[in-house]
């Protein structure tokens, strides 16, 4: 098959899945096109060493990576933002027909910011099989002017209804993900569920060296790790509540940076809390060995009805990883991690609940916690990996490609 994938992150950024099925496809014998942008997440600046012009490509052995120039404003702000994903949308449309002409179907990695740029897209290129890979849906609590947020809420959600609408199959990567997509007009017999993998190359089980150990313990006491962005979507001041509340029976590392840094950094000051400590952002290839020298792996979640259906990914990393979970957090990450008994779960926004959490995980032996982890290495392997995810997605696009004549135009 001749497959066009249009993603707004693509590694170097960290897209791994857009770009493991880019390679993987490739692997299987199909020429693959990407349309993306220039790397510039998540700092919201191009990367050094990458310089933003019109005529990008990259060529491997049936892999083509054309990359178009967008806005990278670096504040955060809804402007910057706005102007981030119109001027994504401009590109892909100046560049799209010609690049993607003669596919045979098209995968789009879609999350709010490609929502423009796909629409565009699809009406440039008319009748073409497309899948339709939901990982976001817009929450205005990202925005920082929500009359603002209200216009832009509207105008995405407008372009996600026609996307849902026009898709020939939507993937979803939880079941609660898919009521949101029917409800936004997909049609049910085209929503398919394919868990979400994580980078295999990176995520696996590793032993912890020294320099990993001198970063996350500083004694023998239960360490608790969050790795990642700590923006709005965490709410890791809940966190450092719960473990402000138990002193010295455990240390909380949080690993990464964001736009609530600074917020989160003043509540732990604030509190006291000593067993709270923080660790600049890592390289993604130092993050199993950190995971190693943790106890566990902390998921937060704020308590918004879009995240309710979302399974973040850092969750499929920790569990590839054989490292046990305390997820606050509600919906499908939740059930995950009690279905498949590789940690501890609560409530999100509950720092009372959480800390209980905290308490139980100090309290749980060794021996028990290897279990745990081992249990979701299990879960990931049987259920959410790399093949069996690119199986589906493969399957999808060969269904497409075969019945392509036989459908009725879209309307």
């Not at 857009?18 to 998540?42: I, K, N």
């Not at 997605?393 to 135009?409: D, S, V």
Request: hydrophobic share 40%; with cysteine.
């Amino acid at each position: 098959m001749r497959v066009g994938i249009l993603t707004y992150h693509f590694p170097p950024e960290p897209a791994f899945v857009p770009g493991s099925l880019a390679e993987e496809l490739a692997a299987r014998g199909h020429e693959v096109r990407v349309l993306t942008g220039f790397p510039d997440y998540p700092g919201g600046h191009v990367y050094p060493g990458w310089r933003q012009r019109w005529r990008h490509r990259t060529h491997s052995e049936r892999l083509t990576v054309r990359r178009v120039p967008r806005y990278s404003g670096g504040d955060g702000s809804t402007r910057a933002r706005t102007a981030n994903w119109l001027s994504f949308a401009g590109s892909v449309a100046l560049a799209g027909r010609r690049y993607f002409r003669d596919l045979d179907a098209l995968y789009v990695f879609q999350l709010p910011a490609v929502t423009f740029a796909a629409t565009g897209l699809l009406r440039l290129l008319g009748r073409v099989p497309t899948v339709l890979h939901v990982q976001d849906v817009w929450s205005e609590e990202d925005a920082a002017r929500p009359g603002e947020s209200r216009r832009r809420a509207g105008r995405l959600d407008a372009g996600l209804r026609r996307l849902y609408r026009e898709a020939d199959v939507v993937v979803v990567g939880a079941p609660s993900m898919r009521e949101l997509v029917l409800a936004g007009g997909a049609e049910p017999e085209r929503v398919r569920t394919v868990p979400t993998w994580t980078d295999e190359r990176l995520f696996r089980p590793a032993e912890a060296g020294s320099v990993a150990r001198r970063l996350i313990r500083r004694d023998d006491r239960c360490v608790v790790m969050h790795a990642g962005t700590i923006g709005v979507r965490q709410g890791l001041e809940t966190a450092v509540r719960a473990a402000a509340a138990l002193g010295d029976r455990m240390d909380l590392v949080l690993v990464g940076s964001g736009s609530e840094e600074r917020r989160v950094r003043g509540l732990a000051a604030e509190l006291g809390a000593d067993n709270v400590r923080f660790v600049e952002r890592r390289s993604p290839a130092d993050m199993p060995q950190l995971y190693a020298a943790a106890d566990y792996q902390l998921v937060m979640q704020r308590d918004l009805p879009e995240l309710r259906a979302t399974v973040p990914g850092k969750l499929p990393a920790a569990l590839s990883c054989a490292a046990p979970v305390v997820a606050s957090t509600g919906g499908a990450a939740a059930e995950l991690v009690e279905r498949t008994r590789a940690g501890l779960s609560c409530p999100p926004e509950d720092w009372a609940a959480l800390a209980d959490r905290f308490w139980l995980a100090a309290a749980i032996p060794p021996a028990a916690r290897v279990d745990m982890g081992r249990r979701g290495r299990d879960a990931y392997l049987g259920q959410m990996s790399l093949r069996a995810g690119v199986d589906r997605i493969e399957e999808a696009l060969g269904q497409l490609t075969a019945h392509r004549g036989k459908k009725a135009p879209k309307t």
